[in-house]
């Protein structure tokens, strides 16, 4: 059940597409025009996969989807055949809180994100795992699981499946090494419903390199033995404004940035990535110039 159904059908069809399947490629788009035409952003820019947040993500009020808005996210999703969707939990969410009150309130916006996406049949919820706040690694993982046990024990209803993603380690933050992820999902009850993001921004930046194909193998074949590739779902393609090791979360154009062409163009041509979604969020900042249409092109130049 975890992705919905419908999401695996659509990838055993690409897959048997003359044998060859075509790169799942998108960026992570905004909904300030509603939720429905972020798809729509996505299409014209020819991508067959997308991030969204599904409310504003620098808020504890829980956006109500309406049943029009669920509507013409379905309507869209047909139009455009784009299926491979990710939702970016908020970043208010720490689920390692200790304070109880800020605690349930992440646990509560997490629950909330989980039944948003399901309503809209995202398959994927993306998440940064918590920070422990002074109070140490063991008890953060500990707190992080149990949360997720907690809402997924309670939500039965939640169809989509929950993604840790690797984070660069700033703070206390949890989730900047294989073990600490592999941990959490360790002491996860429903394992069917869970799974990683991969952030080539973060992982270098906590200090994982992957700048030439020897360091590149090295690190995914850590990442294997540690976490398993078949609990890869989803990958963030971003280059580094900062240094390997640096543990600081800056994202950079692909190829201007400490990491380098090179990893993604690994990446891109790894087979054992093929099926799994791709996005860039890299910086929109400037109006007059579609980086995202430079950075697509660049990526999608790379493949063999
Ligand atoms: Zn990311």
Not at 250 to 271: L, P, T, V, Y
């Amino acid at each position: 059940m975890f992705p919905p159904e419908e999401y695996i059908e659509y990838m055993h069809q690409k897959s048997n597409t003359n044998g060859m399947v075509s790169c799942l490629l998108g960026a992570h788009f905004s909904i300030a025009k509603g939720l429905h035409n972020a798809l729509y952003e996505a299409k014209a820019l020819k991508c067959n996969a997308l991030q969204i947040f599904t409310q504003s993500a620098s808020t504890w009020k829980q956006r109500i989807l309406t049943q029009e808005e669920i509507e013409l996210f379905e309507q869209a999703k047909i139009i455009t055949g784009i299926k491979a969707i990710a939702s970016h939990s908020s970043y208010l969410i720490n689920l390692a809180n200790y304070e109880n009150k800020k605690h349930g309130m992440s646990l509560h916006a997490l629950k909330q994100e989980l039944i948003r996406s399901s309503m809209l049949g995202i398959p994927f919820v993306v998440l940064h795992p918590g920070s422990h706040m002074g109070k140490g690694e063991k008890q953060g993982i500990n707190r992080i699981a149990e949360s997720i046990n907690d809402i997924f024990a309670k939500t039965p209803e939640i169809r989509s499946r929950l993604l840790l993603e690797t984070v660069a380690g700033q703070g206390s933050s949890i989730g900047h090494t294989f073990e600490q992820l592999a941990s959490i999902l360790d002491l996860i009850e429903n394992k069917e419903k869970m799974g990683i993001c991969l952030d080539t921004c973060h992982i270098f930046a906590a200090g994982y390199d992957i700048r030439n194909i020897k360091s590149y193998k090295k690190t995914i074949n850590l990442f294997d033995n540690i976490i398993g590739i078949n609990n890869l779902y989803f990958i963030h393609l971003n280059d580094s404004k900062k240094d390997l090791g640096t543990r600081v979360d800056r994202h950079e154009h692909i190829g201007q940035g400490f990491i380098g062409i090179k990893a993604f163009e690994c990446f891109m041509n790894d087979k054992r990535f093929k099926n799994i979604p791709k996005i860039i969020e890299t910086p929109k900042e400037n109006a007059t110039c579609d980086y995202d249409k430079t950075n697509l092109n660049k990526l999608r130049a790379m493949v063999l």
